[in-house]
């Protein structure tokens, strides 16, 4: 499946210009090169690509996608460039950058699909709502989520100085930052007002909240049969998972729930 930009659906709290051009009143400079630490031992913190908006960047992930495959193919990031119509650096900042959010693995130009970004490549077809509520767990372990909480906990703020802070100490063009709130958009971590405030979605706020982060996982003792699959979910999570929940995580759930179905279309 090639999937370009004009065929992806339309995405609430998303700030970007679809064509891939920046905020109108804004100048630039040049983007960064080609970027080819490994994703597994690098440390430093990683922000998408400035030279794609956040649905082009979309399509260059589902498109990595299909071509990785359920086999688990070797993407190269210049081919997948060639045939997108970008070029190699936006393939590659854009397919490192998810690499850290859990969605690939891989280096210097060189990318595998995981399971997580398989299976939300694919839901992104049948439910795009859906597979942004999937994209919430990985995303939940990449450093901006922290960070994000760190200063939004305090209340609203706007989202030229959220981003500011999120790329405060990085290189690159300041649109990096804008970006970077929009894939937190994208993941139902954050949301904008019509203000142009961004503040925490319930995700977020029950990800940060201690109570119940210290409860020992369940154990299946021996004589106990293994439990049969489950495979209806809500939010990406089973019955037996939801049942688990701290009664504060459960809420956040059901308040996100109403937040998805206030956003999407009868």
Not at 43 to 54: C, F, G, H, N, Y
Not at 233 to 260: C, F, I, W
Request: aromatic share 6%; glycine share 6%.
């Amino acid at each position: 499946m090639q999937q370009n930009q004009k065929d992806l659906t339309p995405m609430e709290d998303l700030f970007s210009h679809p064509d891939s051009t920046p905020p109108s009143g804004t100048a630039f400079s040049d983007a960064l090169g080609n970027v080819t630490a490994s994703p597994a031992s690098c440390t430093e913190r990683t922000i998408p690509t400035d030279r794609a908006s956040l649905q082009r960047q979309v399509s260059l992930v589902l498109a990595g996608a299909d071509r990785s495959g359920k086999e688990r193919r070797t993407v190269a990031s210049a081919d997948l460039a060639r045939d997108e119509g970008v070029t190699t650096e936006t393939a590659t900042q854009t397919l490192r950058f998810c690499s850290q959010i859990g969605l690939f693995t891989g280096e210097r130009g060189k990318f595998v699909v995981t399971e997580a970004g398989w299976a939300i490549a694919q839901r992104w077809r049948e439910d795009e709502t859906h597979a942004r509520l999937q994209l919430q767990a990985p995303f939940l372990a990449h450093w901006s989520t922290a960070k994000t909480w760190e200063v939004l906990r305090a209340g609203p703020m706007p989202v030229d100085e959220l981003a500011r802070y999120l790329q405060h100490g990085l290189p690159g063009k300041p649109r990096r930052g804008v970006y970077l709130v929009e894939w937190l958009a994208l993941a139902l971590l954050v949301h904008r007002d019509r203000q142009g405030l961004v503040w925490p979605a319930p995700a977020l706020r029950a990800a940060a909240s201690p109570e119940g982060a210290g409860d020992p996982a369940p154990t299946v003792g021996p004589e106990q049969p293994e439990p049969e699959p489950e495979l209806d979910t809500l939010m990406g999570m089973t019955n037996s998972q939801l049942r688990k929940l701290s009664p504060e995580r459960y809420r956040a759930v059901l308040d996100n729930l109403a937040q998805v179905l206030e956003f999407t279309p009868a």
